[in-house]
């Protein structure tokens, strides 16, 4: 028998128990109908069949294909324990109560067998909800928000004060332990004004300092990180969350920067959901984006995608977060869930 070596990483309780398990139906135990036998519990029934009942082959297969799961991700988790990974978490994954569960119980889940996961996240449809209620109407350039004094109070409050330690507490409650912070904390970050003035305060990282993170990761700890900062005056500045993502990625020389978004990838066609890239090269997504076949909101997260990887990151993978357990599709298997760009 294999025993596991001691680890450095603090232990995780996952939500749910024993080995890797593969999506399954949901049988409810039928507590009201009599046993068959005085010590055997009645038998499991399926919805979607009346006469459906779990024999010793079927409870076997079953087992087996959670053991060849296992056995097949061990490669995977051999080459990144150890290693850190940053995300960025945003779009429909954020959106979706069942898709925000999948992302979660993946971090959770990569720490635990010894990744050393940094979560970033963004906000973009709390923020414009709020937004709405005190009646701004949100504007974008190229895909960045425009941010005047009344917009970044609320972008500032929403993203630090609400979504942020909710974050931080799902991933308490998964199983794991989780530290929220702010690129003000630690001077994590530190923001200069956008060359683009129109933008308002909307702020470019000037300086990262890890400082702060790296105990939080040698301790097994999931830094959960929102994109806000302040200049060395104390004005705050609202971040892209893709362009903190890698910055963060960078200075932490991590092995791979993952972009959750709302589509399948880098697409060949964009118009055609089929034509996905798989893996490109920087010189090949940079002449996707002068050929305009890259474009809009998907701009800012190339270019900090390449902006990583020119500065030492080992890859980074633009992904479909509409993806159940996207996170682990790109990470534990050779398919990946969307776009890996390597250097």
Known sequence: MLTAKPSTFSP????????LKTPKPNFPINLSSPSPSPILPAPLKST????LTSSPIQSQSQSQTRVDILAESLPFI???RGKTIVVKYGGAAMKSESLQSSVINDLVLLSCVG??????HGGGPEINSWLGRIGIEPQFINGLRV??????????MVLVGKINKSLVSLINKAGATAVGLCGKDGRLLTARPSAQSSLGFVGDIARVDPTILKPLLAAGHIPVIASVAADESGQAYNINADTAAGELAAALEAEKLILLTDVAGILEDREDPG????????KGVKKMVREGKVGGGMIPKVSCCVRSLAQGVRTASIIDGRLPHSLLLEILTDEGAGTMITG
Do not use: N, Y
């Open 12 to 19: 995780c309780h996952l939500p749910w128990s024993g080995t």
């Open 48 to 51: 979607q069949s009346q006469s």
């Open 147 to 156: 941010t005047d004094a009344s917009t970044m109070e609320i972008v500032e």
């Open 78 to 80: 051999q080459k990144f």
């Open 115 to 120: 990744l050393r996961p940094v979560f970033v």
């Open 275 to 282: 034509s996905l890239v798989k893996e490109i090269d920087i």
